[in-house]
């Protein structure tokens, strides 16, 4: 079973910024926490990771509470190709640790 | 960055009829991959784990006689979808962990329509 609770959809203005949170209190030590999304017909791609401290790259920002329970996905300013399923995911990131995917959130931007 | 090749992007084929899909990385060795599937308005369902040099590990429910899974090199694991019927139909993804550092890895997926 997947380990992490999302809200079934959001909705953002373009050019705003969108928070995406999610759930996982029974996140254990050794768990990294791991943001996907899918746009419609193609495979997932990677958007960040981190396992304690915040973590920034180009595609977005990742904010992890203190205690590990919960984590924040931050798209800057959101544009029309965002609009996508976000899937937050626990992993070990050992290469023969599976991933489980939730329901995720699905985004929409509107113009 | 680490990039995962899928192969073929959509596939026709007739009932009874197998398929193949190719997922291969292309500049990074993948000791593991995993085989996914995934249903219209749904999320992925993990299928498989398939190791290199080794029998493939199943999900609960996932007929190991109908997927076939070979991982004969470090950079190939091919699923074989044998004697399809229409309710295969349906979007396989494979993935596998980077040892670049950028997490997993996806296939661009394999639309898979059986008539």
């Known amino acids: 079973d997947a380990k992490t609770t999302q809200p079934n959809s959001m909705e953002s203005n373009e050019e705003e910024p969108v928070h995406l949170p999610c759930n996982h209190s029974t996140i254990s030590g050794t768990d990294y926490i791991h943001w996907y999304r899918q746009l419609p017909s193609q495979g997932p791609e990677y958007v960040i990771h981190g396992l304690t401290s915040n973590v920034n790259n180009r595609m977005a920002s990742l904010a992890i509470a203190e205690d590990r329970k919960s984590s924040t996905l931050i798209l800057h300013r959101a544009t029309l190709r965002d609009a996508a399923v976000y899937y937050c995911i626990l992993s070990l990131m050992n290469r023969d640790d599976k991933i489980i995917f939730g329901k995720g959130t699905r985004l929409h931007i509107l113009p | 960055g680490a990039v995962v090749s899928q192969h073929p992007s959509r596939v026709i084929c007739k009932s009874g009829t197998s398929v193949k899909i190719e997922c291969r990385s292309l500049?990074?060795?993948?000791?593991?991959m995993f085989w996914y599937r995934q249903f219209p308005k749904q999320s992925l369902m993990l299928m498989a784990t398939s190791n290199e040099g080794s029998k493939a590990t199943y999900e609960q429910g996932v007929e190991k006689d109908k997927f076939l899974i070979n991982h004969a090199s470090l950079t190939l694991s091919t699923l074989t979808v044998t004697s399809a019927h229409p309710e295969d139909s349906s979007f396989y993804i494979c993935?596998?962990?980077?040892?670049?550092?950028?997490?997993?890895?996806f296939g661009s997926g394999t639309r898979l329509t059986v008539v």
């Open positions: 993935s596998a962990l980077s040892s670049l550092g950028s997490g997993y890895t």
């Open positions: 500049d990074f060795q993948a000791t593991t």
